[in-house]
């Protein structure tokens, strides 16, 4: 089966030096994309330039990407070719910068643009935009595949995190979720529309998971 697997962070830049980013590794998507290949499929591997998860990976084809508007160029440009599933797993920020203020000594705002923000201008107040959710386009991109999304939550419960999964279903049309992080507890948490959550206890028993759905 053709499979097409995101993993690692996207950035934002602030200025042409400084950038927005998170604390995704790359490793899980690197990994699963890894476990597909040596399952017998053919595997595309989108990672982010700032993975520190550098292994090389074993997929056909490894792409990097830096924003998530590279992400979304790329994941769109594969389009054209029949996926079977896409594994979403990249951590693509939730926000990009917009405007920036220095503020003055009398605590009034004044818009500047700068190829490199001086800390001279101290204090300064940024703006943060929200990203447009790629989750929510790849059904468009890729009709027929087998579409699994990620929730990585770090506020609430187990319960509220996997309730966050359940409503992924809904906006982005996807077949399958992972739910981790923090609010979620150890280990991962496998949800479908075809079935009830499956707890497991670690990255190799998820692969397994995963590929067993993907060829149902």
Same mark, same amino acid.
């Given at each position: 089966?053709?499979?097409?697997?995101?993993?690692?962070?996207?950035?934002?830049?602030?200025?042409?030096?400084?950038?927005?980013?998170?604390?995704?590794?790359?490793?899980?998507?690197?990994?699963? &994309?890894?476990?597909?290949?040596?399952?017998?499929?053919?595997?595309?591997?989108?990672?982010?330039?700032?993975?520190?998860?550098?292994?090389?990976?074993?997929?056909?084809?490894?792409?990097?990407?830096?924003?998530?508007?590279?992400?979304?160029?790329?994941?769109?440009?594969?389009?054209?070719?029949?996926?079977? &599933?896409?594994?979403?797993?990249?951590?693509?920020?939730?926000?990009?910068?917009?405007?920036?203020?220095?503020?003055?000594?009398?605590?009034?705002?004044?818009?500047?643009?700068?190829?490199?923000?001086?800390?001279?201008?101290?204090?300064?107040? &940024?703006?943060?935009?929200?990203?447009?959710?790629?989750?929510?386009?790849?059904?468009?991109?890729?009709?027929?595949?087998?579409?699994?999304?990620?929730?990585?939550?770090?506020?609430?419960?187990?319960?509220?995190?996997?309730?966050?999964?359940?409503?992924?279903?809904?906006?982005?049309?996807?077949?399958?979720?992972?739910?981790?992080?923090? &609010?979620?507890?150890?280990?991962?948490?496998?949800?479908?529309?075809?079935?009830?959550?499956?707890?497991?206890?670690?990255?190799?028993?998820?692969?397994?998971?995963?590929?067993?759905?993907?060829?149902?």
């Amino acid at each position: 089966m053709n499979c097409a697997v995101t993993a690692g962070p996207t950035f934002e830049p602030l200025d042409t030096v400084r950038r927005l980013t998170n604390f995704s590794t790359g490793r899980l998507g690197t990994q699963l &994309a890894d476990y597909l290949v040596d399952q017998g499929h053919e595997v595309v591997l989108l990672r982010g330039s700032s993975s520190t998860f550098r292994t090389a990976s074993k997929a056909a084809r490894v792409i990097e990407f830096g924003t998530a508007s590279d992400l979304e160029r790329h994941l769109e440009s594969l389009a054209s070719t029949r996926m079977d &599933a896409v594994f979403h797993a990249a951590a693509v920020n939730d926000f990009g910068f917009g405007k920036v203020w220095r503020r003055s000594s009398s605590g009034e705002l004044h818009e500047i643009s700068r190829g490199k923000f001086s800390t001279r201008e101290a204090p300064l107040v &940024a703006e943060l935009l929200p990203v447009p959710k790629l989750i929510n386009r790849l059904r468009g991109w890729f009709p027929d595949a087998w579409l699994v999304g990620w929730k990585y939550e770090v506020d609430g419960t187990r319960s509220t995190a996997v309730d966050r999964a359940r409503t992924q279903f809904v906006e982005s049309q996807t077949d399958a979720c992972v739910v981790n992080g923090p &609010a979620y507890g150890s280990g991962f948490g496998h949800l479908s529309k075809d079935s009830e959550l499956l707890h497991l206890e670690n990255s190799a028993a998820l692969f397994e998971c995963l590929e067993r759905f993907m060829r149902r």
